[in-house]
T-cell receptor, first 113, second 112 residues
Framework: DAGVTQSPTHLIKTRGQQVTLRCSPK?????VSWYQQALGQGPQFIFQ???????QRGNFPDRFSGHQFPNYSSELNVNALLLGDSALYLC????????????FGPGTRLLVL | EDKVVQSPLSLVVHEGDTVTLNCSYE??????LLWYKQEKKAPTFLFML????IEKKSGRLSSILDKKELFSILNITATQTGDSAVYLC????????????FGKGTRLSVIA
């Protein structure tokens, strides 16, 4: 049983570019959450998707957008990249009504130059 | 504003020592408190605490929650080098636009 997978593992972009990160949830899970973890900080909630809809959103600008597909996989898109977007982006999957049990993927480390 | 504060932010101990990591919180709509271990990238689940005063144990790790004083502790006895990691505390909320609020973590380094 595959756990949560994310791609790519590492990414280097320049300011102003756009990036798409991908996440496949653990088998049987229907909810995907995205987090940003800057160096030396705890993960910060970006948004959560369920049934292909954004269900909840943290304090992130509209440059951050996402999508969930019918197979429950998800994408995180960031437009007009800033240096401050450099971070580890974590995806977590769960069942909607059991969010205590969130499984995290290995993350995508994004560096913006 | 909801917040989760962990202390200390970093800690260096020798193998065999016992450590206590602290987590205090001010979060509306509290549902449960979770501890995670983050070694390289993916945080892995350690404990979920919902009720005050009930200790959860797993091997050399244990944790307890005090809902009156709004804090939790994570104890690790007889530390090993493999315990070196960042330990994250997070509070799950019943409702609100941020379901899981994390602290900054405690970086534990265990030296031989």
């Amino acid at each position: 049983d595959a756990g949560v997978t994310q791609s790519p593992t590492h990414l280097i972009k320049t300011r102003g570019q756009q990036v798409t990160l991908r996440c496949s949830p653990k088998s049987g899970h229907d909810t995907v959450s995205w987090y940003q973890q800057a160096l030396g900080q705890g993960p910060q909630f970006i948004f959560q998707y369920y049934e292909e809809e954004e269900r909840q959103r943290g304090n992130f600008p509209d440059r951050f957008s996402g999508h969930q597909f019918p197979n429950y996989s998800s994408e995180l898109n960031v437009n007009a990249l800033l240096l401050g977007d450099s971070a580890l982006y974590l995806c977590a999957s769960s069942l909607l009504y059991d969010q205590e049990t969130q499984y995290f993927g290995p993350g995508t480390r994004l560096l913006v130059l | 504003e909801d917040k989760v504060v962990q202390s200390p932010l970093s800690l260096v101990v020798h193998e065999g020592d016992t450590v206590t990591l602290n987590c205090s919180y001010e979060v509306t709509n509290f549902r449960s408190l979770l501890w995670y271990k983050q070694e390289k990238k993916a945080p892995t689940f350690l404990f979920m605490l919902t009720s005050s005063g009930i200790e959860k144990k797993s091997g050399r790790l244990s944790s307890i929650l005090d809902k009156k004083e709004l804090f939790s502790i994570l104890n690790i006895t007889a530390t090993q080098t493999g315990d070196s990691a960042v330990y994250l505390c997070a509070v799950l909320r019943v409702s609100g636009n941020t379901p899981l609020v994390f602290g900054k973590g405690t970086r534990l380094s265990v030296i031989a």
